[in-house]
């Protein structure tokens, strides 16, 4: 506090300035003793259950049982195989979801006529709740109720109208597809806002100095639109990684755990074995390659916008 200031309010004693500095934050303390009860309670919780043999049907369960956990899971084929489809799945939805967002992006950005319309029916599959959607897609993928398999067998895709949801070569990719379909509208959205924000002159000047539509995209729209798909991708890679809904909706982690994720592998310990202790060393492990991969994005989206 100034000279000035001091000699106007000489009754701010001490602990008077210590309050006035305090406030600030007491006003943002419902907040954030909320957000520890939501979020930060619960996660010292499910760090806890990790190192403890927590049994829903053992009450002599409960104590301290230190690594064991950790070292089942080391040893646990299960949940390797859950890992390796959790990176199939992850993977393909993430691309395919980007792809395909980016290219409905690009033409939205475009005025047309009957543009808002489209903009409602392109996001519309983001509005559809998730257990919905994983019943809506099984159907479509069941040859009696559906015609999804017909269609595919008439192209060639497969040799007769089979459900490839009971095929443990090919059940994956239905949940992708209904995964893609339903988070299409999420980088569609976030991708055209980005591309809205580039200065239109920037594209006129390059268009002046002859450059075509391909050297405009990969010199301006993909520079400018680079933060944004890191952090988008970011988040959806996140999202994709512990999103067990259409999985446990379709296939139920089947046939023969062809679909199990780590995710849903979680689930399938905590809420059908029962087994919170080891279903918490599986989070565990997820929330620490899923912390590891956000932390190398959050560089490189820094890294892109240094340049």
Do not use: C
């Not at 400018?224 to 959806?236: E, K, Y």
């Amino acid at each position: 506090m100034s000279f000035v200031e001091e000699a106007t309010h000489p009754q701010r004693t001490p602990l008077r300035r210590l309050a006035l500095k305090a406030e600030p934050y007491l006003y943002i303390a419902p907040s954030v003793i909320l957000i520890a009860t939501i979020m930060l309670v619960p996660l010292v919780i499910g760090l806890s259950y990790s190192f403890r043999d927590m049994q829903l049907l053992n009450p002599f369960s409960g104590g301290f049982v230190g690594t064991e956990h950790f070292e089942a899971l080391w040893t646990d084929a299960a949940f390797w195989h859950a890992m390796r489809n959790t990176l199939v799945w992850t993977f393909a939805s993430v691309a395919l979801q980007f792809t395909f967002g980016l290219v409905l992006a690009l033409l939205l950005n475009n005025a047309f006529p009957g543009r808002g319309v489209v903009q409602a029916l392109v996001f519309l599959p983001w509005a559809v709740p998730t257990f919905l959607s994983g019943l809506n897609w099984a159907w479509l993928f069941n040859p009696v109720v559906g015609p999804l398999p017909h269609w595919m067998a008439a192209v060639g895709i497969l040799s007769s109208p089979e459900n490839i949801l009971s095929d443990p070569d090919l059940a994956i990719w239905g949940p992708i597809i209904a995964n893609v379909w339903w988070g299409i509208p999420f980088f569609a959205i976030t991708l055209l806002a980005a591309l809205q924000s580039i200065p239109q002159d920037i594209y006129e000047a390059a268009s002046i100095d002859g450059a075509g539509a391909w050297r405009r995209f990969t010199d301006i729209t993909i520079p400018f639109l680079a933060p944004t798909i890191a952090i988008a991708v970011l988040l959806r890679t996140v999202w994709i990684a512990n999103f067990a809904d259409l999985i446990i909706v379709m296939t139920n982690g089947g046939p023969a755990d062809s679909t199990q994720i780590v995710s849903s592998y979680i689930f399938t310990q905590a809420f059908r074995r029962l087994d919170f202790g080891y279903a918490s060393a599986v989070a565990v492990v997820l929330l620490v390659l899923l912390l590891a991969y956000s932390f190398v994005i959050i560089l490189l989206r820094q890294a892109l916008l240094r340049r």
